[in-house]
């Protein structure tokens, strides 16, 4: 059983960044690729970014590509999302999850964390 907990959401400016954290516990997180999802009011979740368990591989959905990165710190049991140059068409609930292999699809992972609200206002 792995436990996830998000934070570093907030409310920002467009133009602004933020950096979400997603802390882990229980089984070995290192063992685990992790990924970013999030969704916005009305609409489904989606896709955002995963990172493999080793951080040596990322993927990142078109939009936010270039804007977003990425990492994790296993010593930490922790992922990270930094989000830069940040669009209010980013408003959205953000969750972490972990999954044997990254993927961009949302059934893949076993775990998730109840998220954190991400406001850009324009």
């Known amino acids: 059983q792995v436990q996830l907990v998000e934070s570093g959401g907030g409310l920002v400016q467009a133009g602004g960044s933020l950096r979400l954290s997603c802390t882990a516990s229980?089984?070995?997180?290192?063992?685990?690729?992790m990924g970013w999802f999030r969704q916005a009011p009305g609409k489904e979740r989606e896709f955002v970014a995963a990172?493999?368990?080793?951080?040596?591989?990322?993927y990142y959905a078109d939009s936010v590509k270039g804007r977003f990165t990425i990492s994790r710190d296993n010593a930490k049991n922790t992922v990270y999302l930094q989000m830069n140059s940040l669009k209010p068409e980013d408003t959205a609930v953000y969750c972490c999850?972990?999954?044997?292999?990254?993927?961009?699809?949302?059934?893949?992972?076993?775990?998730w964390g109840q998220g954190t609200q991400v406001t850009v206002s324009s």
């Open positions: 999850a972990a999954a044997w292999e990254a993927t961009e699809r949302g059934d893949g992972y076993d775990y």
């Open positions: 990172i493999s368990w080793s951080g040596g591989s990322t």
């Open positions: 229980g089984r070995t997180f290192s063992s685990y690729a």
